[in-house]
């Protein structure tokens, strides 16, 4: 059956969206946004949706890309992996450094959002997009160029922006901006001397998305908007929530090759034989009625590690195992390394990146503890439902509309002791086989697929071009 193509209406042409991101999976990933870039772009193709993606050319994808082939000058092009996106690389002095998060990084991105602007005025791509989709602050000054200047050489292009994660403003002294033309009076809020340019896309852009419902709510108040809520209270109006989706073909039980035995629905039995693996790369005893909790994180505070510092011992006496896989903050790796040590045998921690023992993790937990401060989404729960991993999560942002009762167990007030009784429960519901056989299967159910999200974009996206 031939896919349906999308028209605009007014143009009597297929619907065109230009994806900007400074990170996208596979060729660079650094975080949730890669995996969206990712993704998103691929089910929206299907959709009928003419999109295609442009992305710094960093050092390391050239690295890792050779046969990455050049379009024309400065500009290279790929697609995104099994699929017919085209991927443009820009290629600048200034993207070439090994670090793209050194002394240069605010005049890095500001050049990335010019120069999109630039080759879209000069039709370099020999396209033009009536959308482009602006994703964090490191595209925030599209939006600013296409509100403060309509080119007269190409009308028409709107813009949205999603907020992945409020919480990275991209923060940037006025002096650095007026390098790149820009005035004091192109701003709406100068903070001693510095631009919140998140903020500043938030007012400039035509629509503003977030990666969940319950973190768009979340993001009006002070709480969680911080400086921002202001501003998103004025564009009210043009916010929206659209949940993040999960790779399934990538992340897929059924086919996980890194996985010691692949199961689904129909051979659940064969998680316990992830598990008993599991057991033995942590050196823990190998037996099936001790629940085993997991965690896969970036070890920082906005995901919870202060309340399990605090609750740490008295888990450690309930009867369960628990293994831990991340990096980040030395205070929190630090504190698992000596925790280590103390219970050798019923916690293990990975303080490293390692995505095939991410994988087995996942495989092989009977649980998965995700406490977070705030969530705008969140990756983790979706995996770990995926793979008969129950969360545990504490009820916030993507956290509220993806994990339910029937999937899994929460906690409302940011408290360890909170966290602590609700894991207990877990346990409870764990040893009582009939209602986690129960639990395990929903959760294994639910679908978190891209194709979901991509025709909530889609209608934002005709809401925009009407």
């Not at 000069?122 to 490191?138: A, F, G, K, M, V």
Request: charged residues 25%; hydrophobic residues 40%; glycine residues 6%.
């Amino acid at each position: 059956m031939p896919i349906l193509r999308i028209k605009n209406r007014h143009r009597n042409k297929q619907l065109k969206i230009l994806f900007a991101s400074y990170e996208c999976a596979p060729f660079y990933k650094l975080g949730g946004l890669g995996d969206v870039a990712g993704s998103l772009p691929v089910a929206l193709k299907e959709l009928g949706v003419d999109i295609r993606v442009i992305m710094p050319y960093y050092y390391k994808i050239k690295e890792d890309y050779p046969e990455i082939k050049k379009y024309k000058l400065n500009i290279y092009q790929s697609n995104l992996p099994r699929s017919r996106v085209p991927v443009y690389f820009l290629d600048q002095p200034i993207f070439r450094a090994k670090n793209i998060f050194d002394q240069s990084e605010r005049a890095r991105f500001i050049t990335f959002s010019l120069l999109i602007k630039e080759l879209l005025d000069e039709n370099s791509l020999n396209w033009r997009p009536d959308i482009i989709h602006c994703n964090d602050w490191q595209t925030a000054l599209v939006t600013k160029t296409y509100k403060k200047q309509k080119s007269q050489k190409y009308l028409g292009a709107k813009t949205v922006f999603t907020i992945h994660n409020i919480g990275y403003t991209g923060r940037t002294k006025l002096s650095v901006l007026e390098k790149f033309g820009f005035t004091e009076a192109d701003f709406n809020q100068i903070k001693n001397g510095s631009v919140n340019l998140m903020r500043q896309a938030i007012l400039d852009a035509d629509l503003v998305s977030t990666v969940s419902p319950t973190y768009a709510r979340e993001i009006l108040t002070p709480a969680y908007g911080y400086d921002m809520a202001d501003a998103l209270e004025k564009r009210k109006k043009d916010l929206c929530g659209i949940l993040n989706g999960l790779n399934v073909s990538d992340w897929n039980p059924k086919k996980d090759k890194d996985i010691i035995k692949k199961f689904g629905l129909e051979d659940i039995g064969n998680k316990y034989i992830n598990k008993n693996q599991l057991q033995k790369i942590c050196g823990f005893e190998t037996v099936a009625n001790v629940p085993l909790i997991a965690m896969v994180s970036r070890l920082a505070g906005q995901k919870g590690f202060d309340l399990l510092k605090q609750a740490f011992a008295e888990i450690m006496r309930l009867n369960l195992q628990f293994v831990i896989l991340g990096t980040g903050a030395k205070e929190y790796e630090d504190f698992f390394r000596q925790m280590n040590e103390r219970y050798k045998h019923r916690f293990s921690a990975h303080i490293k990146f390692d995505l095939k023992l991410a994988r087995q993790i996942y495989a092989g937990a009977d649980m998965f503890l995700m406490p977070s401060k705030y969530e705008p989404c969140g990756l983790g729960q979706l995996i770990a439902m995926k793979y008969g991993a129950i969360p545990i999560v504490r009820s916030t942002g993507g956290l509220v509309d993806t994990v339910s009762r029937d999937s899994g167990l929460s906690f409302k007030k940011y408290d360890s002791s909170e966290m602590f009784k609700t894991i207990k429960r877990a346990l409870t519901v764990y040893h009582n086989q009939r209602k986690w056989l129960k639990l395990v299967k929903n959760s294994m159910k639910k679908d978190f697929s891209w194709a979901t999200s991509a025709k909530k974009y889609l209608k934002i996206y005709q809401k925009l071009i009407k």
